[in-house]
């Protein structure tokens, strides 16, 4: 897997890692559809996708993830990432 994350510096370099890549991204979903008709992206647009920045709160939510001794809001981080140390 290849990552693009700014097109503007070496995109000569970019078309060919994307050439060899079996996949390659970008930063975000939005970033991928505004350098998709890039010549250097274009001809290998079948295996290229861009991937949303960040995790998913609705997942991942320390108030109540399953995998944690100390449940934690924004109002008690400290002690409860101390604690689920």
Known sequence: V???HNLEFGAAQIG???MHAQKFTTVSPSYAY???DHPA???HIGKFSGIINGIDT???DPM????LPMHFSSENAV???GRNW
Do not use: M
């Not at 109540?64 to 995998?67: I, R």
């Open 34 to 36: 505004e350098v998709g």
């Open 16 to 18: 060919e890692a994307a």
């Open 41 to 43: 992206v274009n001809p």
């Open 79 to 81: 002690e409860g990432k």
């Open 58 to 60: 609705d997942i991942w």
């Open 2 to 4: 290849f990552t693009i």
């Open 64 to 67: 109540d993830d399953q995998f």
